[in-house]
């Protein structure tokens, strides 16, 4: 018995990895896919001395629930939205996390004994004009038909989508109304940094290019129309196909044991 | 931290007992170089036990393998959603035989009473090392697809910073906690590796396979 003492054992240690997380924690899971803290603006603005510039409150709710000051129309709101246009899309923080987020933040403002040098960016990307995706194309990439010329992993991998063809990866979220929720720009800002957990990493060396971001915009702004949104989505045979094979199998195991009598 | 025990800490740990203790046992102590086959006090489970889990494990570790080392190959086959659904199908009906056959492996050497008498520790261990990792497996073959693609970029480059002395985990310590968990249990089966009846799976009895079936003769048999 004492083995399945040292096995429960190390199950006990590991359950324990998914809690306990820190400000800092949080803002690289949730935030840190928009928001630098130091060093120019994502496809949000630039979060230091934030705690500074905003009335905490204020930062709070917009953590929390961003709907809210849209439909009370706050001025400040208002004009981030205008400026980097679309919304903070609610990204399901609680009470409790906002607050340690912020506190998290407060240690990159101005009376902050910390200092990190600021590369001021200019806050618009120096666009191009935008190129013409093809969404057929971008649907190709995101199942991986297509391969990303960096060699980046298709988005399938993880990710599901509407119209995709396939059930797609669960380990992260559905991206069917990613074009609703970020608008063109910033999805063109989130899909130039990635800057995700994992994704951020995996894509370290792999960035896409200005065509295989501009596919990947149109394949999710057809996915994300309203013809796309009545398809129901494509039921896909997974896992039951794996539950079916193996049921097979165990049935050529039965014939086998069967052979010798 | 505990990403640190988990992606460099356990993994160099268990490789180094692999590779130093396994020669030095094959060297001295060969004598018990044995899987320890218990087919002659329990036959009739042992078909629903050893040949599930064993084909299973086998091609499995075999997919980990090829995915490891030759990534990009398997990326090429992966292109297409068909090939996607068809090879997860495949594995996934892997990950069940080895989930089925480890877990009857289990409760075989529970229920027989005269094979529980003769079961040391370790092989309780074993088992349920086997069990936990063959379960951890298919639970993210089921809810974290498609692992087979995710598994390209991320574990593979990281058990190659591994290899190459320069471990890199920030790539797979935002993976969730089965990941984890299935990482653990499988370097832990390694570090088993030199010590105990695992030691049979550096032999593949590739022989065996042509060889005709085993017939037991008995002077007189009862109805089993």
């Known amino acids: ?261 | 931290m505990l990403d640190l025990i988990i992606f460099v800490i356990i993994p160099y740990f268990a490789i180094a007992l692999a590779v130093f203790v396994t020669p030095y046992r094959y060297l001295t102590n060969r004598l018990d170089w044995s899987a320890f086959s218990t087919q002659f006090l329990e036959r009739k489970k042992l078909v629903w036990g050893s040949i599930p889990w064993h084909y299973g494990v086998i091609l499995i570790l075999a997919g980990h393998l090829i995915g490891f080392l030759f990534p990009s190959a398997v990326q090429s086959i992966l292109s297409g959603i068909e090939a996607i659904v068809a090879m997860e199908s495949i594995a996934l009906t892997l990950g069940l035989l080895a989930l089925t056959g480890s877990l009857v492996l289990l409760l075989r050497r529970f229920s027989s009473g005269i094979l529980r008498n003769i079961s040391g520790y370790m092989d309780w261990i074993l088992l349920l090392l086997v069990l936990y990792q063959a379960g951890t497996g298919v639970y993210m073959g089921i809810f974290a697809r498609w692992g087979m693609e995710w598994y390209l970029h991320t574990a593979v480059p990281w058990l190659y910073s591994l290899l190459t002395l320069n471990p890199d985990i920030s790539i797979v310590s935002g993976l969730p906690v089965i990941f984890k968990l299935h990482v653990t249990g499988a370097f832990l089966i390694l570090a088993l590796l030199p010590f105990t009846k695992f030691v049979h799976f550096l032999f593949l009895p590739l022989d065996f396979i042509k060889d005709p079936p085993l017939l037991y003769r008995w002077a007189f048999r009862k109805k089993l």
């Open chain 1, 1 to 261: 018995m004492r083995g399945i003492i040292t096995i429960l054992f190390f199950m006990l240690i590991f359950s324990g990895v998914a809690s306990a997380q820190t400000g800092e924690d949080i803002f690289y899971t949730k935030c840190a896919g928009c928001h630098k803290i130091g060093g120019g603006d994502l496809s949000g603005p630039d979060l230091q001395g934030v705690t500074d510039r905003r009335d905490i409150q204020w930062i709070k709710t917009i953590i929390t629930n961003p709907d809210k000051l849209v439909q009370e129309n706050d001025p400040t709101m208002m004009e981030l939205i205008a400026r980097y246009g679309f919304q903070m899309p609610n990204l399901g923080v609680s009470d409790e996390e906002a607050d340690k987020i912020i506190e998290y933040l407060k240690g990159f403002s101005a009376g902050a004994p910390r200092e990190t040098p600021v590369e001021k960016q200019p806050a618009e990307q120096p666009s191009a004009p935008a190129l013409e995706g093809d969404p057929i194309s971008g649907k190709m990439y995101f199942t991986g038909e297509k391969r990303f010329s960096a060699g980046g992993p298709p988005c399938i991998s993880c990710h599901s989508a509407r119209g995709a063809g396939i059930q797609g990866g669960t380990l992260a979220p559905d991206l069917s109304d990613l074009y609703g929720k970020l608008g063109e720009k910033g999805l063109r800002g989130v899909l130039q940094t990635l800057q995700f957990p994992v994704m951020k990493d995996v894509y370290k060396n792999k960035k896409l290019s200005e065509e295989e971001i501009a596919d990947m915009i149109a394949f999710f702004k057809e996915t994300g129309s309203k013809a796309q949104k009545k398809q129901v989505k494509s039921g896909g045979m997974y896992p039951i196909s794996g539950v079916m094979l193996f049921l097979v199998a165990m049935g050529i195991i039965w014939l086998y044991s069967r052979r010798v009598k």
